[in-house]
């Protein structure tokens, strides 16, 4: 008897912890911008990483929850604008590096250096698209809020999130494709 999992319990167990960390990451290690509510996120660094290690929906599911509960816990409300926005990231950025999968696979201990222009491609896209147009229009749409204050916001969250996924998301998926071993590497003596 075959049985269809969606989910399997290793990727359950990244949501759950993925989602906690990205907490942690969104409200801790985020530096103000000088723009309100807008700040240099370091949980889009590792939203990057579980997006592409773990699947689409596994980034999905820890921009979701883990941007919900931040909002939740540390300002009493949930944005839904945003978090729609982090879910829509982790999902793309998942997508994006499983059409090519052949190029970035650090499960296989393969991130290269047109591993890294891939990947940089795609989530430079991907933000660009969440940050520059999702998420203001939203804003505008669930909020009523002021088109040119919210698109500023979405500009400037989405060059710093390039920037910073561009930078220490790369060093992460790359230290952790070193971590793995390439198919193939082992050979019998």
Not at 65 to 71: E, P, S
Not at 133 to 142: E, K, N, R
Not at 171 to 187: C, D, E, Q, V
């Given at each position: 008897?075959?049985?269809?999992?969606?989910?399997?319990?290793?990727?359950?167990?990244?949501?759950?912890?993925?989602?906690?960390?990205?907490?942690?990451?969104?409200?801790?290690?985020?530096?103000?911008?000088?723009?309100?509510?807008?700040?240099?996120?370091?949980?889009?660094?590792?939203?990057?990483?579980?997006?592409?290690?773990?699947?689409?929906?596994?980034?999905?599911?820890?921009?979701?929850?883990?941007?919900?509960?931040k909002d939740a816990v540390?300002?009493?409300?949930?944005?839904?604008?945003?978090?729609?926005?982090?879910?829509?990231?982790?999902?793309?950025?998942?997508?994006?590096?499983?059409?090519?999968?052949?190029?970035?696979?650090?499960?296989?201990?393969?991130?290269?250096?047109?591993?890294?222009?891939?990947?940089?491609?795609?989530?430079?896209?991907?933000?660009?698209?969440?940050?520059?147009?999702?998420?203001?229009?939203?804003?505008?749409?669930?909020?009523?809020?002021?088109?040119?204050?919210?698109?500023t916001q979405g500009i400037?969250?989405?060059?710093?999130?390039?920037?910073?996924?561009?930078?220490?998301?790369?060093?992460?998926?790359?230290?952790?494709?070193?971590?793995?071993?390439?198919?193939?590497?082992?050979?019998?003596?």
């Amino acid at each position: 008897m075959r049985k269809n999992k969606v989910l399997s319990i290793k990727t359950i167990v990244a949501i759950g912890i993925g989602s906690a960390v990205f907490v942690i990451l969104g409200r801790f290690a985020a530096i103000p911008t000088g723009i309100p509510n807008t700040s240099v996120e370091t949980a889009y660094a590792f939203l990057a990483l579980m997006s592409v290690v773990f699947g689409p929906v596994a980034g999905l599911l820890i921009g979701l929850i883990g941007h919900a509960l931040k909002d939740a816990v540390f300002y009493g409300s949930i944005w839904w604008s945003w978090v729609i926005t982090s879910a829509f990231v982790g999902l793309f950025i998942g997508l994006g590096a499983s059409v090519f999968r052949r190029s970035i696979n650090p499960e296989e201990g393969i991130f290269t250096k047109s591993s890294i222009i891939y990947f940089n491609i795609i989530q430079a896209v991907v933000q660009a698209v969440a940050w520059g147009l999702i998420a203001p229009t939203l804003d505008v749409i669930i909020y009523a809020e002021p088109a040119n204050k919210v698109f500023t916001q979405g500009i400037i969250a989405g060059i710093s999130n390039i920037v910073t996924v561009g930078i220490l998301g790369t060093i992460l998926i790359a230290a952790y494709a070193k971590t793995r071993s390439k198919s193939g590497s082992l050979s019998r003596e």
